[in-house]
């Protein structure tokens, strides 16, 4: 009897660690639907890192929640002031909500802490060359160009070619 007793709370014990185990699934999978909910989980489990935010940020942007985006990046932002992703995010966030200026300043940020980084270059030449600074935009794709984004070949080529009047 004590030896069936036994087996039988093994076999107990061992099912409702699979449940558990189950349900801890599916409430992983949950969260790994889609990206915003994770890092929005991520925020929720760390909120004192600058990296979750920034990441909801960008989700924000790619749905074009502008609004949402800009609190979110500028939330990475005050946890951490020398995260130049968040400036960046922040600054297309700015750019596609029509505030060049903006988005300047904080691509001029995101250089400030890495200047090495392409896309940054890329994306304020692109903002500048919207608002007809041709000359700082050349220099920016230029820039974007040598440190390894072919677009910013390409698009110092082709503003270059526009302001010598050759452009479409």
Do not use: H
């Not at 939330?75 to 700015?94: Q, S, V």
């Not at 691509?107 to 903002?127: E, Q, W």
């Amino acid at each position: 009897m004590n030896r069936s007793f036994t087996s039988l709370l093994a076999v107990f014990t061992l099912l409702i660690l699979v449940l558990c185990c189950t349900a801890a699934s599916r409430e992983r999978n949950r969260v790994w639907r889609n990206r915003l909910i994770l890092w929005q989980d991520v925020t929720r489990k760390s909120p004192n890192k600058a990296r979750g935010y920034n990441n909801v940020g960008v989700n924000y942007c790619k749905g074009r929640q502008l609004d949402l985006a800009i609190v979110n990046c500028s939330k990475a932002i005050e946890l951490n002031p020398r995260y130049g992703d968040a400036y960046l995010t922040r600054g297309n966030a700015y750019d596609e909500a029509g505030e060049p200026e903006k988005a300047i300043d904080d691509y001029t940020k995101a250089l400030n802490i890495n200047p090495v980084d392409s896309f940054t270059y890329y994306n304020r030449g692109v903002t500048l060359s919207k608002i007809g600074k041709v000359n700082e935009a050349i220099a920016d794709y230029e820039q974007a160009c040598k440190y390894g984004t072919e677009a910013g070949c390409e698009a110092a080529r082709l503003a270059r070619e526009k302001r010598q009047g050759r452009g479409k």
